[in-house]
């Protein structure tokens, strides 16, 4: 296969973003993608489905996007890249891309490859791009590869998909759009019923807006370091639903953590330490130790150790069985991938250790994304018990309904800044948020989270 870094260069940003185009493609429609933080490389062209080991190299943490055909293909890559891969997004594709039941019908596919041609080619990005106009858009950026490599890049697809690689790795996203005329979205929504954590429906053609689907799913991490760099001196003033939040996880911990003997104890996301100030009593009393991670970095707690860390990576590199006991609040809804995490943190655990983590469910700050369009990846709570159960023995899981009122937009706007949640980026988008947000009667403003708990035992 051949690749192309459309943003940045080799080894230029920590973290990497690798897609797996489609059928036909080049790197020409990619061109265009940023995202802050990450180098992007697209691979292209499986006439010869080899993986360039070098370009990963260098790289803690790995992003891959994988649409239509590449679904395929990064199926075959996955397995050696296990340990860096944080985040697998699959799109308008499934592991059984020539299926009747689960990916492009079989004599669809035969046709498609016995017929090719020119005429042919053009037909099928006409339906990839949903309609005429879409694909007279799309002309501009259009791969420009002959009739005879295509075909020959199609054949192979079909050996690889006839030899049915298994799927074995979980994803942790399939989005597919109602409207693609490729990969009918009954047989991906079959498919990825047993494949994916989580399935999302867009109204849109085979082919998606790329840059939206990073800028949605992808986390930018360095703008999360700086905003939350930023309201260190805000934010214990503004969190009022934060130290709640706080207090009750402690509240659980103490119950279901409080018979553990000299605990080795870690917490991730520490921020301000309005949790850790609790868990170093709490260890102390227990004789044990206590261990603190953030991506910003903070002064030393007394009675503590401190890590700049990105948690999600750094929890990967933990040897088996290292904590007894592992707290993070309000801080995996900005990981790429909280289930992946969350299945490392229980490896990272001794037999009988404890996982309490707060983070938040679909419907949190939901006036917010109705003002702004922009909204966290968050997972509903029976997508989380589905996922806690696999995890280990269950504990205790609830989610709380909190909600705070403020006078008018601009005020809930600065309480987001002030904690960190800074939702309007780029700036054109302030004056029209304000005028779209959601009011109550009265002329107020509501502001909900939606906080889920979880507390995990691993199995002894």
Request: proline content about 6%.
């Amino acid at each position: 296969m051949q690749y192309t870094f459309v943003s940045g260069s080799p080894g230029r940003n920590p973290r990497l973003i690798l897609i797996f185009a489609g059928w036909g493609m080049d790197a020409t429609p990619f061109e265009s993608l940023v995202r802050p933080g990450y180098d992007i490389v697209v691979l292209w062209d499986y006439r010869d489905t080899s993986f360039p080991d070098n370009i990963v190299r260098g790289y803690r943490e790995i992003v891959l996007l994988a649409w239509s055909m590449g679904v395929l293909v990064a199926m075959t890559v996955i397995p050696g890249l296990k340990d860096r891969i944080t985040l697998k997004l699959a799109v308008n594709g499934t592991p059984y891309p020539v299926d009747n039941e689960y990916g492009i019908p079989e004599a669809v596919f035969s046709g498609t490859l016995e017929g090719l041609c020119e005429r042919t080619v053009e037909k099928f990005r006409m339906r990839m791009c949903g309609g005429s106009k879409a694909y007279a858009d799309f002309r501009s950026c259009e791969p420009l590869r002959s009739v005879e490599e295509l075909k020959a890049e199609l054949t192979a697809l079909r050996d690889l998909a006839l030899r049915r690689p298994e799927c074995t790795d979980q994803w942790d996203h399939a989005v597919i759009g109602n409207g693609d005329a490729i990969f009918p979205p009954n047989n991906q929504l079959a498919a990825w019923t047993t494949h994916a954590r989580s399935i999302s429906l867009y109204s849109g053609p085979h082919l998606p807006c790329f840059q939206d689907l990073l800028d949605h799913f992808v986390i930018s991490k360095d703008t999360v370091e700086r905003r939350f760099e930023r309201s260190k001196a805000s934010y214990p003033e503004n969190a009022m639903v934060q130290r709640e939040i706080v207090e009750e996880l402690f509240e659980l911990v103490k119950k279901h953590a409080g018979g553990l003997k000299h605990p080795d104890a870690l917490e991730l996301g520490c921020g301000t330490g309005m949790l850790s100030t609790m868990l170093v009593s709490f260890t102390e009393n227990a004789k044990g130790t206590l261990e603190l991670w953030d991506i910003v970095d903070s002064s030393p707690l007394p009675g503590a150790t401190f890590r700049c860390v990105d948690a999600e990576t750094a929890i990967r590199e933990t040897a088996e069985s290292t904590y007894d006991l592992i707290v993070s609040a309000s801080t995996i809804q900005w990981f790429n991938s909280p289930v992946g995490f969350l299945h490392e943190a229980m490896r990272s655990l001794r037999p009988g250790g404890v996982l309490a983590v707060s983070t938040f469910v679909k419907g949190n700050l939901v006036e917010v994304a109705q003002a702004t369009g922009i909204f966290l990846p968050l997972m509903s709570e029976e997508e989380w018990k589905k996922t806690a159960t696999e995890l280990g023995d269950v504990l205790d899981l609830y989610t709380r309904s909190k909600t705070l009122y403020f006078e008018n937009p601009v005020k809930v706007f600065r309480h987001l800044k002030d904690t960190g949640v800074n939702a309007l980026s780029p700036k054109e988008r302030v004056t029209l948020s304000i005028e779209r947000y959601p009011r109550e009667a009265d002329g107020k403003c509501r502001l909900t989270y939606m906080p889920v708990f979880m507390i995990i035992r691993k199995q002894k």
